[in-house]
């Protein structure tokens, strides 16, 4: 009986790596944090085809505000996560990846910025135009499925 | 109602920054998830079309988390732009909307895309199609390639201290300062 139990726990746990079900709890968790997300995104016109144009026009303090204090927050708060050790809410370790320098951040990098400025939008603002009623911005969704589609396929062709 | 009126106005900086800055924290504590939306295009590959490529053979189930994070910008946004919009007009630098009505862009009932161009009306205009289909087919191309967007090089990335992140963020200013000063203008005068 007790043999029984652990085995469905392995198997529990195994499926829970495997298959990463999605549950209740992440659709409230993720959901939550997306919702309060996109609600910023557009109040804070975030947005705006027209905020972005200003941007790289250095014409308003806006988009560099926002980015400037986003990412001091985000440096105390994994400086806080570091320094005290703090745990997820399931307890687990909270690791952070570290991505590698390569070409592609270089010549990738400057490609996206300049689909950041056509478009108008970075990944998140993208979904977020739609959510506005802005349907016709499927078009760009579609087309950012299909550049990294063909990223993957030539991946070995270009330099890294 | 006071409430309800200021917060209908569009919030500053020193408000939505932070706020956004929290996401890391959130993601990172709710789940042991690093923020980054751009994979969000990656996965849907991985599930739709992996066709054998390699790049495309990995557990994605893992990562479904971001579309739930995805369905829930799509929604707040909603509520954002049907619940607490802006009544008045989108405050731009003159020196924009002078410049922008060079090429007809005078519309600016839609705060957020300049709805003249942005619309199905004009889905065989070849500026939409440039603004959108390319733009796009750079941006899933370009995150991918650089191996983060936004999201997850210059909010994530340079929140962990992370310098590769800061060469993404200052190449990710480089294209966007040459197109919006260079390829923009030619793209609207199209």
């Keep these: 009986m007790s043999k029984d139990i652990l085995n469905k726990r392995v198997e529990d746990a195994s499926n829970k790596t495997l298959y990463n079900k999605i549950t209740f709890g992440d659709l409230i968790k993720f959901g939550i944090v997306g919702v309060v997300f996109g609600i910023v995104f557009v109040k804070a016109e975030i947005i705006s085809w027209f905020r972005i144009q200003e941007m790289f026009r250095f014409q308003s303090f806006h ?20 320094t005290f050790n703090i745990k997820t809410i399931d307890g687990e370790k909270i690791k952070i990846n570290k991505k590698p320098f390569t070409l592609g951040t270089i010549i990738g990098g400057f490609l996206f910025g300049i689909g950041w400025a056509i478009t108008g939008a970075c990944p998140g603002p993208i979904f977020a135009q739609i959510g506005t009623g802005a349907t016709v911005i499927i078009l760009t969704v579609i087309s950012a499925i299909a550049g990294t589609w063909l990223y993957g396929l030539v991946r070995h062709k270009i330099p890294h | 109602m006071n409430m309800i009126v200021s917060i209908s106005q569009p919030w500053p900086w020193y408000v939505a920054g932070p706020i956004i800055g929290l996401t890391v924290p959130a993601l990172l504590i709710l789940g042991n998830k690093n923020f980054g939306i751009s994979s969000s295009f990656r996965h849907v590959c991985a599930s739709c079309f992996p066709n054998g490529i390699e790049f495309f053979k990995y557990e994605w189930q893992k990562e479904r988390w971001v579309w739930i994070f995805i369905v829930g910008i799509i929604i707040g946004a909603w509520i954002a732009s049907a619940y607490l ?53 750079l941006v899933g191309f370009g995150t991918r390639y650089a191996d983060g967007c936004t999201s997850g090089h210059s909010i994530m990335g340079l929140s962990a201290l992370n310098w590769p992140s800061l060469v993404a963020t200052i190449f990710f200013m480089l294209g966007g300062l040459v197109a919006a000063n260079f390829i923009i203008p030619y793209i609207l005068s199209l």
């Design chain 1, 63 to 82: 988009m560099y505000g926002i980015i400037g204090s986003a990412v001091i927050v985000g440096m105390i708060s994994v400086w806080l996560i570091n």
């Design chain 2, 85 to 137: 919009q802006n009544p008045n007009e989108i405050v731009l630098n003159p020196t924009l909307k002078n410049e922008l009505s060079q090429y007809g862009i005078t519309d600016y009932s839609n705060a957020y895309l300049p709805i003249q161009i942005f619309t199905w009306h004009s889905v065989f205009s070849i500026k939409l199609l440039i603004l959108t289909v390319i733009g796009g087919l």
